[in-house]
């Protein structure tokens, strides 16, 4: 079984990181919220706190077999500005695991050259910071091993992609 690691910082959206969370645990899929404030509690972009199932400092991103990163501009930064995340999905990219960024975060795997020839869509507005990515409006796009999604109102199609490409793998 496939054991995701969801990466939460402050300022992140919600909505497009606890969907991921909720729905693939649903399907009964090993799912782990990691923050990476070193804290596990999370401050989101909408003012709600909430609590992470670890931090980045006690786990071992080996352990995953995939990674997803939400979105929210501050939480974005945040994630693209925290040198293990980066390591971790560049490592990710690099072995042809899942590497699956929502709204604003699909920058960061455009800043670390992931995107290089894939199509990727993002949060309206973020496109120029897809680089080297093959831009597409579609909801949520797969494209090998990296999904991207446009938002917190396509948080289900992005979920819906994750469930597929995961349940693939698993084949």
Not at 1 to 10: E, P, R
Not at 14 to 36: P, W, Y
Not at 125 to 136: F, P, R
Request: hydrophobic letters at 45%; proline letters at 2%; one cysteine or more.
């Amino acid at each position: 079984m496939s054991k995701i690691a969801v990466f939460f910082a402050d300022g992140c959206e919600e909505i497009e990181g606890l969907t991921v969370v909720d729905m693939l645990r649903r399907a009964n899929l090993d799912v782990v919220s990691v923050s990476v404030t070193g804290s596990r509690e999370i401050h989101g972009s909408h003012d709600i706190t909430f609590f992470a199932d670890t931090t980045f400092e006690e786990t071992s991103p080996d352990a995953y077999d995939g990674a997803v990163l939400p979105g929210g501009a501050v939480g974005t930064a945040n994630l693209g500005a925290h040198e293990g995340v980066v390591s971790t999905i560049k490592k990710f990219a690099q072995e042809g695991k899942m590497v699956a960024a929502i709204c604003a975060a699909p920058s960061v795997l455009g800043a670390n050259g992931i995107l290089q020839g894939k199509r990727a869509t993002c949060h309206p507005g973020w496109e120029e910071k897809l680089t080297g990515a093959v831009i597409s409006e579609g909801n949520a796009v797969v494209d090998g091993n990296v999904i991207t999604s446009r938002g917190m109102g396509t948080s289900i199609d992005f979920r819906w992609l994750l469930l597929k490409n995961l349940q693939m793998r698993m084949l």
